[in-house]
């Protein structure tokens, strides 16, 4: 979706212009008001003054006789009846005034209190400042700016949404994710501040200090991002963009993070297509960041000692895995940031087997897209992760697919005697185990994934890959809630199985809109429908 592109007012001058617009409506109203006063006083004048002014009385002159034919007319009782009348009058406006400043008094209070309490987080994500010393690059930063929070909006609204299948997973939470995501702005929101200024010029003077502490109480929510181009060299080597991160109320520390350039991605493009490719990257890490920074604040405050950092360890958890759920397509970066995210979660809660696990999958996935050397260096530390994993975790069918995955470690070191260990793992795990049975979609997808590096790097294990290929749809197919269906068409150990993999989901989504109850069936219930998409898949119909 796009947004209509607004000027980049200065700070400063929008906020006078508004806070004008606010005194003079006020002005007015109070004009008005005196205007009203002062009318009906000077109508009350003339009377009192002709009071003052006669002080002797007039000679009546004494009738004549055809006079005193004529009915007698009271004077003087004609004037105590307008004079009534006027009080009456007088009374009845200074009422209707008073009754108006007291409507007017209320209306001002509830705007206030509904603007106080109705505060919403606000997003502010400034336009980009050119730091690389490339002038060619000032033309385009409006644009480049709207099609950050642009992309922001997009990559938030994923995040937020494996947000919530974590959370429903998970049971029941202390957080819940806000439906309404905050739309990325220029300018922040100062109608309150406005508000209260204008208050704190019509109100006496010992109010003063008590209006002015409504700033401080009930500051402005949210976060302010600063984006930055940055390039090294002489030659614009390797582009970079910096954000710096700020809490407006300041509950979090500020954080300032540069996202570069992969060094094996380098082109010698246009500098305003190299920073447009960077975006992704960059704009995904912003949105990962802030998303965790919303969870951590929500945080509850009367969690303390080891409830709280067990709270944060899970943070930790879920942002590692979607940090290594985002290196594949958004490049390595991202393998470096799940594990920064993972330790940090082992050293919150040492006793869950979760993160180690993590842990173990993240160095075996980043050790296959990388060398020889540096694949054994990496695989190495995931088998020692998996152990660590398997001596936290006391659930022996959890057990399993870790064991599934250490296996899985040891095929891609390349060593002979682990690619035997491998093996045997493997064949222990199946003694007596019967698949069609199996409910639990992880120990199916980890094992397709092994019979798939089995396939790849000629391992000599037997029907490698007819067996990646059945042991996948069967995980696709427990999978009710889908959460792997995503991560299965973009993982590096699946390439090879099944390349036109939409065609694939296509085919599964019609089998289960089919037969609704298929992820739960077991035993012929269950195979008689996957062997009709193994049967397509083995036909060369989903191969190419």
């Known amino acids: 979706m796009g947004f209509t592109h607004v000027p980049n007012l200065p700070e400063s001058g929008h906020n006078i212009t508004k806070l004008k617009l606010v005194k003079v409506r006020l002005l007015l109203v109070f004009a008005v008001l005196f205007v009203f006063s002062y009318g009906l006083s000077a109508y009350r004048r ?16 004494k ?33 209707f005034i008073k009754v108006l400043a007291v409507l007017l008094s209320l209306l001002i209070v509830y705007r206030l209190i509904l603007m106080i309490f109705q505060r919403s987080s606000q997003l502010i994500v400034d336009n980009f400042i050119n730091a690389s010393d490339a002038g060619e690059m000032n033309s385009v930063l409006p644009g480049l700016s709207q099609l950050a929070r642009e992309r922001l909006v997009g990559e938030m609204k994923g995040v937020h949404q494996r947000m919530k299948e974590h959370i429903i997973n998970q049971g029941p939470q202390t957080y819940h994710p806000s439906d309404k995501l905050p739309l990325p702005q220029t300018t922040p929101d100062q109608r309150l501040g406005d508000l209260v200024t204008s208050l704190s010029e019509f109100t006496p003077e010992q109010m003063h200090p008590a209006v002015k502490m409504l700033k401080v109480i009930f500051p402005p929510l949210g976060t302010k991002v600063t984006s930055i181009l940055q390039s090294q060299g002489k030659e614009y080597d390797r582009l970079g963009i910096t954000f710096e991160i700020t809490n407006i109320e300041g509950r979090l520390s500020s954080k300032l993070y540069t996202v ?39 945080v509850p405050w009367y969690y303390w000692g080891r409830k709280r950092d067990r709270y944060q360890a899970k943070i930790y958890n879920f942002f590692g895995l979607l940090n290594l759920a985002s290196a594949p397509t958004n490049g390595k970066l991202f393998y470096y940031l799940a594990i920064e995210d993972l330790q940090q979660a082992i050293v919150l809660y040492p006793e869950w087997f ?61 060593d002979v005697n682990l690619i035997l260990d491998a093996k045997h793992e493997i064949e222990t795990l199946k003694k007596g185990w019967d698949e069609t049975s199996e409910l639990n979609t992880r120990f199916l997808y980890n094992l397709a994934a092994w019979y798939a590096i089995a396939h790849r790097i000629n391992a000599g294990v037997k029907s490698a890959l007819s067996l990646a290929r059945r042991y996948l749809v069967y995980a696709l197919v427990r999978d009710s809630d889908r ?39 077991t035993g012929k219930n269950f195979t008689q429908h996957t062997e009709e998409i193994l049967w397509l898949m083995g036909n060369g119909q989903l191969i190419k």
């Open 46 to 61: 003339p009377s009192i003054y002709s009071q003052q002014i006669i002080t002797k009385p007039t000679p009546i002159a």
């Open 63 to 95: 009738p004549t006789p055809s006079q005193s034919n004529k009915p007698n007319m009271s004077v003087p009782k004609l004037t105590d009846n307008l004079e009534v009348v006027e009080k009456n009058v007088t009374r009845i406006s200074i009422i």
């Open 260 to 298: 570069w350039e992969s060094e094996d991605s380098v082109s010698k493009e246009a500098l305003k297509d190299r920073y447009r490719k960077l975006l992704g990257s960059a704009i995904r890490w912003l949105a990962l960041e802030l998303s965790r920074r919303e969870m951590v604040t929500a």
């Open 354 to 414: 979760q993160p180690y696990e993590n842990l173990a999958d993240t160095y075996s996935s980043f050790g296959g897209e990388t060398l020889d050397k540096e694949c054994l260096n990496y695989q190495r530390q995931a088998l020692l992760q998996y152990d660590r994993a398997l001596n936290a975790c006391e659930d022996e069918s959890v057990k399993r697919r870790i064991r599934i995955g250490k296996a899985m470690a040891g095929l891609m070191t390349g």
């Open 483 to 521: 959460t792997i269906w995503e991560w299965a068409g973009k993982d590096p150990d699946l390439q090879g199985i099944c390349e036109d993999y939409g065609e694939l989901k296509f085919i599964l989504l019609k089998k289960l809109n089919e037969v609704p109850e298929l992820p739960s069936l």
